[in-house]
C-alpha cells in the first residue's frame, strides 16, 4: 500500500485535476472548483487555487486517494 502524502495548501487547477483524476473525469473537476471560484466572485480563469477555496472543495468532494489532511491546530 503507498504511503498517505499530506493535503498541500493550496494548488494549482493542473495539480486539483492531477488529485482527483482517477476518481472523476476532468471536466467535472474543472466544474465543481469554477463553482466555488463563482461563487466567492473569484475569476475562473486563475490558474493558483488558494486555501480557502481548495479547503472548501476537498470538504465538500472528499479528500483525494492517497492523501490526508494534517491537523495544524
Known amino acids: 500500500m503507498a504511503v498517505k502524502k499530506p493535503l498541500p495548501y493550496s494548488v494549482t487547477k493542473e495539480e486539483l485535476v492531477t488529485m482527483y483524476l482517477d476518481q472523476k ?29 481548495f479547503m472548501e472543495y476537498v470538504e465538500t468532494y472528499g479528500t483525494p486517494k492517497g492523501y490526508y489532511i494534517e491537523d495544524n491546530d
Open 25 to 53: 473525469p476532468q471536466l467535472r473537476i474543472i466544474t465543481q472548483i469554477n463553482e466555488i471560484l463563482k461563487e466567492k466572485n473569484i475569476s475562473i480563469h486563475i490558474k493558483k487555487i488558494e486555501h480557502p477555496e
